[in-house]
């Protein structure tokens, strides 16, 4: 197992500040000492259409020369322009689905593999099964298209943002309908305590299937500070033979936070549990 840490808490993530660029964000977190840096596809960092041929060169330079990988890709699904796969709006779903396709193509020109997948929310007059249908019908081009990139997809449960999918079993049937080789699952251990579930259930449910972890405690704090037992799911990781990345997704939800503070306390635990 490796770590690995998201870049939201040093982006402009939900909230405007705290904000690095990203060669600033590259360099910190690697010296902290990661195997690994999860890239928020967002402004200033890594919005697609702002990030030319030139730059993509230089940002996969300065991964290699800061001895870090790229472990995955994000898109930031909420906030004006919207990428809702299961928006009432064919333009937005449409949108969404270009979006996506373009982070699967940075994902790959960065060095990257495998890119997350929010499956969006149903709007208020929608029935339950067509946002659905809407949703999976997305993933499936998604799928398509990324697996000529050699990108994986994995489908997030976010129970604490979104009421589609948001649970273990919810993402399990979302790839599993897909029906695509490059689909996978992954969870967040913030979504499984927002469900009051214990996080070693989504691995052994999810098995094989799992191909990547986001780690945060209550509130978004980082590993140590909450209730999670990280022990036992490691334990657990171990037994399923999981060997991919733990990313931190922690403190990006506020401005009063220090980010280099929280990266390095959230390595200083969990590096000792995976070595």
Same mark, same amino acid.
């Given at each position: 197992? $490796?770590?690995?840490? #998201?870049?939201? =808490?040093? /982006?402009?993530?939900?909230?405007?500040?705290? /904000?690095?660029?990203? %060669?600033?964000?590259?360099?910190?977190?690697?010296?902290?000492?990661?195997? &690994?840096?999860?890239?928020?596809?967002?402004? +200033? @960092?890594?919005?697609?259409?702002?990030?030319?041929? #030139?730059?993509?060169? *230089?940002?996969? /330079?300065?991964?290699? /020369?800061?001895?870090?990988?790229?472990?995955?890709?994000? +898109?930031?699904?909420?906030g004006g322009p919207g990428f809702n796969a299961a928006s009432p709006l064919p333009e937005e779903r449409a949108n969404t689905i270009d979006q996506y396709i373009k982070v699967a193509q940075l994902c790959s020109d960065l060095g990257g593999s495998r890119i997350l997948y929010v499956a969006g929310w149903q709007v208020f007059g929608t029935a339950t099964e067509q946002a659905w249908d809407w949703s999976r019908d997305a993933l499936t081009v998604i799928a $398509?298209?990324?697996?000529?990139?050699?990108?994986?997809?994995?489908? *997030?449960?976010?129970?604490?943002?979104?009421?589609? =999918?948001?649970?273990?079993?919810?993402?399990?049937?979302?790839?599993?309908?897909?029906?695509?080789?490059?689909? $996978?699952?992954?969870?967040?251990?913030? @979504?499984?305590?927002?469900?009051?579930?214990?996080?070693? %259930?989504?691995?052994?449910?999810? &098995?094989?299937?799992? %191909? @990547? =972890? @986001?780690?945060?405690?209550?509130?978004?704090?980082? +590993? &140590?500070?909450?209730?999670?037992?990280?022990?036992?799911?490691?334990?657990?990781?171990?037994? =399923? &033979?999981?060997?991919?990345?733990?990313?931190?997704?922690?403190?990006? %939800?506020?401005?009063?936070?220090?980010?280099?503070?929280?990266?390095?306390?959230?390595?200083?635990?969990?590096?000792?549990?995976?070595?």
């Open positions: 197992m $490796k770590l690995s840490f #998201n870049t939201w =808490v040093y /982006s402009s993530f939900p909230v405007w500040v705290p /904000s690095y660029p990203l %060669d600033e964000t590259i360099k910190r977190i690697a010296r902290i000492g990661y195997d &690994g840096v999860e890239i928020g596809a967002a402004s +200033p @960092h890594a919005f697609p259409d702002y990030v030319g041929k #030139n730059r993509r060169r *230089e940002i996969k /330079s300065m991964l290699e /020369s800061n001895g870090i990988a790229l472990s995955s890709m994000l +898109p930031a699904p909420g $398509k298209a990324a697996a000529d990139m050699g990108v994986t997809v994995v489908v *997030e449960p976010t129970s604490a943002d979104s009421n589609l =999918v948001e649970s273990c079993g919810g993402a399990l049937r979302m790839m599993r309908e897909c029906g695509r080789q490059n689909v $996978k699952v992954m969870f967040d251990t913030y @979504h499984a305590l927002y469900r009051n579930e214990v996080p070693t %259930d989504y691995v052994y449910q999810m &098995g094989k299937d799992l %191909d @990547h =972890v @986001h780690l945060a405690d209550v509130g978004r704090a980082a +590993p &140590g500070d909450g209730r999670v037992d990280y022990r036992a799911l490691v334990a657990s990781l171990m037994d =399923v &033979g999981f060997d991919g990345y733990l990313t931190m997704e922690v403190g990006f %939800d506020r401005r009063a936070v220090e980010p280099d503070m929280i990266a390095r306390r959230a390595f200083e635990y969990m590096k000792p549990l995976v070595r």
